[in-house]
């Protein structure tokens, strides 16, 4: 290996595997050799020597070419030690400073008593010969002397990761501007910087039968109820695939109803915001190479709710949740409103307004249906391309297709000076829900309730309410009710949902998600009693 700093005259000999490979032709060799269906099964066998072990591991990785091996022989010529790693995701600065230099600093000979000389906090000792593979693909490199009952590893990773900085899409006026990234070890010291607490607890599982994907969940062990994390955790370890990639298959393979438009599990990538959650007695869910993190089990109204409600004085915060509530309903009927009243309920249009809606209808070629379903497909194009575009020019060509657009159907008469406004807002109303599942769920919606207006109108629009509030009422997130506190109706529980009450009153988790620890030591205001 070219990389490593030969230090004076200690390192004299470099054998590849594959020059090992060549060497090897006794029966022996070909008996110790490890079969491809099945290499972890062979691992644990006592090999002849150092060379039998690494050319089963050699083998086990298909001798692929960024699987390297180096035997070292140490001055006293009485000892071998073998270094083994994948040199595309380990650093190998690294792997010079805490393996090959304290090791050349040894005059002896290299057995598990003077080995453990040059052990520190990044040397494991390791009995398990099963786990060779795993250990190679998380980045570790792997040491192995004479003594065939043990080996040593040392996390050796590279460094790949971005700066901490805040999320483009949960983006707060006042408060924290950190945010996750893709290293799951720094997303959970973000998230034990604001719980600085013993109770929190982090369990590690893996997913994917070849990604081997790594799944934190993180809760608090005196207030997440256990009946809640054993049925996530089953539910983590009962997904069976060869490929899980990213946090949306987890998502997929572990929710209530997979059918549903409404999300299930809350996505954020904001540290004080899981760290809230947690507090509440949920559970969190970190991915590996992932800045998304997902908790459960959630209600309606989380969705609705961001950190500014909370850095604002609370009668604030409750105005502008009362608008994100508000203009979900915006979303999903205006358009339907809209087609209803032009299609069959004329007469609620006030006489003053009569004259101007028929001029703006009477040449219009199509009905109004056709109208709403043209702009609010040429809205969700235009949406896509701006995101697909780049920064710079994206958001100038939204506004400025959209306004050309607008203005381009309106004068060559296909679509009425009121369906524009209409669109418009309800553009503007789906942008304001913070969560972008439900978002993108609340724009889903807005198409039947369309469709049933079209038809029957105001008992089209009424029919689908009932339809939509009744899965809702039916709907469970981890066993608890998606609807709570409305249905079933908690009344102690209102205080955080639609409307959010003063800190000091908050002094009790909510219901739905059956906490161990119920109440909160929220008595913040002790010193009007002068105590």
């Not at 005196?222 to 049925?231: G, M, S, T």
């Not at 009344?491 to 002094?507: A, E, S």
């Amino acid at each position: 290996m070219t990389f490593f700093k030969k230090p004076k005259k200690l390192l004299e000999q470099k054998i590849t595997m594959k020059e090992e490979k060549n060497q090897k032709s006794s029966p022996s060799s070909q008996k110790n050799s490890v079969k491809n269906s099945q290499p972890e099964q062979d691992m644990n066998v006592n090999h002849q020597s150092i060379h039998d072990l690494l050319t089963d591991i050699e083998k086990s990785f298909s001798y692929s070419e960024d699987l390297q091996t180096h035997m070292i022989k140490m001055p006293s010529d009485k000892s071998e030690v073998a270094l083994i790693f994948l040199d595309s995701i380990i650093d190998k600065q690294r792997v010079q400073d805490l393996i090959l230099n304290p090791l050349f600093e040894l005059d002896e000979d290299i057995d598990i008593r003077t080995f453990e000389k040059v052990i520190n906090i990044d040397f494991k000792k390791q009995t398990d010969f099963t786990k060779i593979q795993e250990l190679l693909l998380q980045s570790y490199t792997l040491i192995f002397t004479k003594d065939s009952s043990c080996y040593f590893s040392v996390f050796t990773p590279i460094k790949t990761e971005r700066d901490i900085s805040e999320p483009d899409n949960e983006a707060v006026i006042r408060g924290s501007h950190e945010g996750f990234i893709e290293s799951m070890s720094t997303n959970i010291a973000l998230i034990r910087k604001r719980l600085k607490s013993q109770k929190l607890v982090v369990k590690y599982l893996k997913v994917g039968k070849e990604t081997h994907t790594n799944v934190a969940m993180l809760y608090m062990s005196d207030i997440a109820n256990p009946e809640i994390l054993q049925e996530v955790e089953r539910r983590i370890n009962s997904i069976e695939a060869d490929s899980v990639m990213t946090p949306g298959n987890i998502e997929e393979s572990i929710e209530d109803k997979t059918f549903s438009l409404f999300p299930q599990t809350l996505s954020t990538e904001r540290p004080d915001r899981v760290a809230a959650n947690l507090m509440e007695g949920r559970v969190a869910l970190l991915y590996d190479s992932s800045p998304t993190v997902n908790l459960a089990p959630v209600n309606f109204f989380v969705f609705f709710q961001t950190p500014d409600d909370y850095n604002k004085r609370w009668m604030l915060g409750s105005f502008y949740r009362l608008i994100r509530l508000f203009s979900f309903f915006i979303a999903i009927g205006l358009p339907a409103f809209y087609i209803a009243i032009v299609s069959f309920h004329f007469e609620v249009i006030p006489s003053a307004l009569i004259l101007l809606m028929k001029s703006s209808l009477e040449n219009i070629p199509y009905p109004p249906l056709f109208e709403a379903l043209v702009m609010e497909l040429t809205i969700e194009l235009i949406r896509e391309a701006a995101i697909r575009l780049p920064t710079r020019i994206g958001s100038t060509i939204a506004i400025v297709g959209g306004l050309v657009i607008g203005d381009a159907v309106v004068k060559a008469g296909l679509i009425s000076n009121l369906m524009i406004i209409v669109v418009a807002t309800t553009a503007i109303a789906a942008y304001t829900v913070p969560s972008n599942e439900m978002s993108l769920a609340v724009r889903l919606l807005r198409f039947p309730f369309m469709v049933a207006a079209a038809t029957f109108g105001f008992l089209g629009i009424v029919f689908g309410l009932i339809i939509m509030f009744f899965h809702l009422c039916r709907l469970y997130s981890f066993g608890t009710p998606y609807f709570a506190p409305l249905a079933p109706f908690k009344i102690g529980d209102l205080k955080d949902t639609i409307i959010r009450l003063p800190f000091f009153k908050m002094n009790s988790r909510p219901s739905d998600i059956k906490p161990i620890k119920k109440d909160e030591d929220n008595h913040t205001r002790k010193w009007e009693t002068h105590e």
